[in-house]
C-alpha cells in the first residue's frame, strides 16, 4: 500500500504531497488524516506529516519507496472535508495546508512523543514552595541560570493550580526541566484526581423552551425556514442586550437537533462561563462538548475524542472550536460576532466568521450571527441584503434600557476635583450603597496599566524582549512583560541616571481601587482584571462572588462587560472612555463604541432599572452621542460614510503582511523585497504602501515590518497577489516569516 504524505515543514509553498511505502505491520492502522514519522530529504532526523490520500501498490516501481516509520495517532480527526477546508485556507490566507491542518488536530498534539506519552487519567499539579522574593533573589545572583528554569518559575509566579500536562505540553518544558526545579527546592509535585468532569458534577434543573415573545418568535420562524429546507443562509441577529437572543439560539438548535443534525456555538473566550453553559446543559442535557483554552489541554483532548466518537451533539466553545471534528452540522452560531477575539492573531491569521461561512456553505447549513452591536462589515452586508437582518429592538423579561448619562470631565476639573471617580459618579455610588443595589466600574485597560519611570531623567522600564513597558505589579512587587512573560523585580534605582527616585504610574484598576476605598472606606470591593485572573477558575470565581456575597462594586476591564446577568447591577460608571476614543486604527471607532455600548448594558437587566454614568471630556464626539442616544444606527450611519470616504473596509480590502524574524537587517531587506515583487507590473490594479514598522516593532525579540495593500479585491486580482508571494517565498531568507491578515482590525 502506497500512503501520499504531506510533510510538516517551515519551508513555505512546500505544499507538495510525497510517496511512501506502508509498511505491511503497520497497514492495520493507517488512516487518512493520521499523523506519521518519515524519513525526508537528506535530513537523518525523522520529519512529521500527515497520510492524505490511500493508494494500491502500482507496479512496478519505478524506483524505491522510503517506508513510513511509524503512525502517532490513533484516531484521525481529518478526513477528505478537512482536508478540502485546509487548502482554502491555505489560500486565503497565504499559509502552508499543514498550517491549516494544524487547527483541527487536538489541542496539544505538538510534537512526535508528546502525543502519546500523556496518561490523561492521572495529571500531577506543580506548586511552587519559595516565595516570588527568593526566587527573584537566585535568578538576579545566577544561583537559577536556565532559561528554560527561569521560564517555568516566572510561570509559576504567577499563575496557580498549573498541571504537568500544561507545562509539558503548553509551555513546551520538558520533564527533566520540571525534576530539576523540584530537586533544587523550588517547587513541589502534587498528586491530583482526575479533573472533574464539566458536565457531570452540573447539577442542573432541567429547563423547557420559553414561551417566545413576538420579537423572538418572528426570528426563530425567519431562521427556521432555512433550517428546515437545508438551505445555506448567512443570519444577523441584531438584538439590544437582554433582548432574549441566548433563548433564541436555545431553540434554534433544538431544531436542528429534531432534524438529526448538529450545532456548534462560538462565544468569546471570555464569556464562555459556567453561566453561558449552564443555560446550554439545562436545555440539552449533556450531549454537550465544551472547548475552552483554560481546560487542561488532557481535558480538551478527550473532549476531541467524544466528539469524534459521535456522542457530541453541540459544541459550545471559543474561536478554535470552529475545527472541532463534528459532522452533520446543521447551524453554526456566533454569539457577540463583533467581538476582535474571533480574529486569530497567530498565523494563519484567520477570521472565524469566514471560515464558519466557508463550512455552513459545503454543509447547507445555516451561519448565524448575533450583536447588539455588530461589525460593521457585516451590518453593512445585512443592509444590502448579503446576509438576512434580523432586529430584536425589546428587552426580554419586560425589563427596561437603562438610563445613560454623561459626565462631562471638564466640570470636574473646573470644581477642582482630579480623581478618577467623578462627583456625579461618587453621588450615585453612594446612593447605590444606600440602596445596597450594586455598581461596575467599568476602567478601559488600554494605556491604563501601571508601569514604571525614573522622576529624575524619564527612563521606562521597557521589556528587553518587546518594545513595550513592562507592568508593575504591586502585590509582590515584580514587572512583568503582558507579551512575553518576561519578569524582573522592581528596581530602587535608575539604571540610566542612577537616581532613587522610581515612582509607578498606576492608572490602572488598582489605583481606581485606592481611590475608591478612600471615598468609601467601608465598602466592599472586587477588582477583575488580567492580574487577578490568571487562574484557571478565578474569573468565574470572582463573578460568584459579586453577585452571591452581594459585593458593592466590581471594579475591572473589558472581562465584566460580557453575558454574565447580575440582577442587581443597578449602576455602571464607565471612566477609561477618553483612552478608547483617543486610538486612530481605522477600526478603533467601532471597537471603542461597542466596548461603551455593551458595558452600558450590563446596567438593569432585570425588573430594577438602571444608570449609566459615563465619564468624558469629549461629549460631543459621534461615538458619545450615539452611545446617549442608545442608537447603533446613529453609529452605523456616521462610521460606513467615514469608511467610504477614506477607503477603508468593507469600501476596500486591506491585505496586511507582516515580515518578522529575530534579524531587524533581513526583516527589513526581505519587507523591501516583497514590496518590489507586488509593485512589479502593477496596472492599477492595487496599491501597495512601503514598508512600515508597526506601533511595536519587537515581540518577543522578533522584529516585525508591515506592507500594506488595499485593492477592490476580486478573484483575478486575489490571484495575482498569490502568485506574486508565491515567487516571494522562494526569494525570502530563511530566517523570516511571511503572514497574512485580510481585513486586519488593527494596523
Ligand atoms: P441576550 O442573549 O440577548 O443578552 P438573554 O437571552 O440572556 O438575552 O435574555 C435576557 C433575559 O431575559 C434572561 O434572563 C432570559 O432568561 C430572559 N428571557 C429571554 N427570553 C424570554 C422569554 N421568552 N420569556 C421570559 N424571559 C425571557
Ligand atoms: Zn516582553
Not at 431562521?223 to 443562509?233: A, N, P, R, T
Not at 431544531?255 to 438529526?260: F, T
Not at 447580575?566 to 472612555?577: A, E, K, Q
Amino acid at each position: 500500500m502506497i500512503a501520499k504524505i504531506l510533510i510538516n515543514t517551515s519551508v513555505n509553498t512546500l505544499n507538495k504531497v510525497y510517496d511512501y511505502k506502508v509498511p505491511d505491520f503497520l497497514v492495520p492502522q493507517v488512516q487518512i488524516g493520521k499523523r506519521v514519522s518519515v524519513s525526508f530529504g537528506r535530513g537523518k532526523n525523522l520529519e512529521e506529516g500527515i497520510i492524505v490520500k490511500l493508494e494500491e501498490d502500482y507496479e512496478p516501481q519505478k524506483y524505491k519507496l522510503k517506508e513510513i516509520s511509524d503512525i502517532l495517532d490513533d484516531v484521525s480527526y481529518i478526513d477528505e472535508k478537512r482536508l478540502k477546508l485546509a487548502k482554502y485556507i491555505a489560500y486565503v490566507y497565504f499559509c502552508n495546508v499543514y498550517d491549516a491542518l494544524k487547527l483541527m488536530l487536538p489541542p496539544g498534539t505538538k510534537s512526535k512523543n508528546s502525543s502519546k506519552s500523556l496518561d490523561t487519567k492521572k495529571d500531577k499539579k506543580v506548586v511552587l514552595i519559595k516565595s516570588s522574593d527568593e526566587i527573584m533573589q537566585d535568578i538576579e545572583s545566577n544561583v537559577v541560570k536556565s532559561a528554560k528554569q527561569i521560564q517555568l518559575l516566572s510561570f509559576l509566579m504567577y499563575t496557580d493550580n498549573v498541571l504537568m500536562s500544561d507545562i509539558i505540553e503548553g509551555l513546551s518544558i520538558s520533564r527533566s526541566v520540571i525534576n530539576t526545579a523540584k530537586k533544587n527546592g523550588y517547587i513541589d509535585i502534587v498528586e491530583v484526581e482526575k479533573e472533574n468532569d464539566f458536565l457531570k458534577d452540573l447539577d442542573v434543573k432541567r429547563t423547557k423552551a420559553l414561551k417566545p415573545t413576538e420579537e423572538q418568535k418572528y426570528v426563530i420562524d425567519g431562521i427556521s425556514k432555512y433550517i428546515y429546507d437545508e438551505e445555506y443562509k448567512q443570519c444577523l441577529i441584531h438584538g439590544v442586550t437582554g433582548s432574549g437572543k441566548t433563548e433564541v439560539y436555545l431553540q434554534l438548535i433544538e431544531r436542528v437537533l429534531d432534524q438529526g443534525r448538529k450545532a456548534i456555538v462560538l462565544v468569546p473566550e471570555i464569556s464562555l462561563t459556567y453561566q453561558t453553559v449552564e443555560r446550554f446543559v439545562s436545555r440539552f442535557g449533556n450531549s454537550i462538548a465544551i472547548l475552552h483554552s483554560k481546560m487542561t489541554i488532557a481535558k480538551r483532548k478527550d473532549e476531541y475524542k467524544r466528539i469524534k466518537t459521535g456522542k457530541v451533539n453541540i459544541v459550545i466553545g471559543a474561536r478554535s472550536a470552529i475545527f472541532a471534528p463534528i459532522d452533520n452540522i446543521g447551524l453554526v452560531i456566533i454569539d457577540e460576532e463583533h467581538d476582535s477575539s474571533y480574529y486569530s492573531q497567530t498565523k494563519p491569521k484567520y477570521s472565524t466568521k469566514d471560515i464558519a461561512a466557508y463550512i455552513c456553505k459545503e454543509a447547507n447549513a445555516v451561519l448565524v450571527l448575533g450583536s447588539a452591536t455588530p461589525e460593521i462589515s457585516t451590518y453593512n452586508k445585512a443592509i444590502n441584503g448579503n446576509v438576512e437582518l434580523f432586529e430584536m429592538k425589546k428587552r426580554a423579561a419586560n425589563a427596561k434600557l437603562p438610563e445613560i448619562e454623561i459626565v462631562d470631565l471638564r466640570d470636574d476639573r473646573i470644581m477642582g476635583n482630579t480623581s478618577n471617580i467623578s462627583l456625579k459618579l461618587k453621588a450615585a455610588i453612594e446612593e447605590n450603597i444606600k440602596n445596597k443595589e450594586q455598581t461596575i466600574l467599568f476602567l478601559n485597560k488600554r494605556g491604563y496599566n501601571s508601569y514604571l519611570t525614573c522622576k529624575q531623567c524619564g527612563y521606562v522600564f521597557n521589556c528587553p524582549n518587546c518594545d513595550v513597558a513592562m507592568t508593575y505589579h504591586k502585590s509582590n512587587n515584580l514587572l512583568l512583560c503582558h507579551y512575553c512573560s518576561h519578569v524582573e523585580r522592581k528596581f530602587d534605582i535608575c539604571p540610566k541616571c542612577g537616581a532613587s527616585e522610581i515612582s509607578s504610574y498606576n492608572l490602572g484598576t488598582e489605583k481606581l481601587e485606592e481611590e475608591l476605598k478612600e471615598l468609601f472606606p467601608t465598602i466592599s470591593v472586587l477588582r477583575m482584571d488580567a492580574d487577578t485572573t490568571v487562574a484557571r477558575d478565578s474569573q468565574q470565581k470572582i463573578l460568584d462572588e459579586f453577585k452571591n456575597n452581594n459585593v458593592d462594586v466590581l471594579i475591572g476591564t473589558q472581562m465584566i462587560s460580557k453575558g454574565h446577568d447580575m440582577p442587581n447591577v443597578t449602576l455602571v460608571g464607565i471612566i477609561g472612555t477618553d483612552a478608547l476614543l483617543a486610538m486612530n486604527d481605522f477600526s478603533a471607532s467601532e471597537r471603542a463604541f461597542s466596548n461603551i455600548f455593551q458595558v452600558s448594558g450590563r446596567a438593569g437587566r432585570s425588573t430594577k432599572s438602571g444608570r449609566v454614568l459615563i465619564q468624558t471630556s469629549d461629549t460631543e464626539n459621534y461615538i458619545i452621542k450615539a452611545v446617549e442616544n442608545n442608537s447603533y444606527i446613529d453609529f452605523f450611519e456616521k462610521e460606513i460614510e467615514y469608511r467610504k470616504t477614506f477607503g477603508y473596509p468593507p469600501f476596500i480590502d486591506i491585505l496586511l503582511f507582516e515580515v518578522s524574524g529575530s534579524n531587524l537587517q533581513d526583516v527589513k531587506i526581505d519587507a523591501e523585497k516583497l514590496y518590489n515583487i507586488l509593485n512589479y507590473d502593477n496596472q492599477n490594479e492595487y496599491r501597495v504602501f512601503s514598508p512600515k514598522s508597526p506601533y511595536i516593532q519587537k515581540l518577543n525579540n522578533r522584529f516585525r515590518v508591515n506592507v500594506m495593500i488595499k485593492a477592490k479585491l476580486n478573484t483575478k486580482i486575489y490571484s495575482k497577489v498569490y502568485d506574486k508571494i508565491k515567487i516571494y517565498n522562494t526569494k525570502k531568507k530563511n530566517g523570516t516569516i511571511l503572514s497574512v491578515t485580510k481585513n486586519p482590525s488593527f494596523i
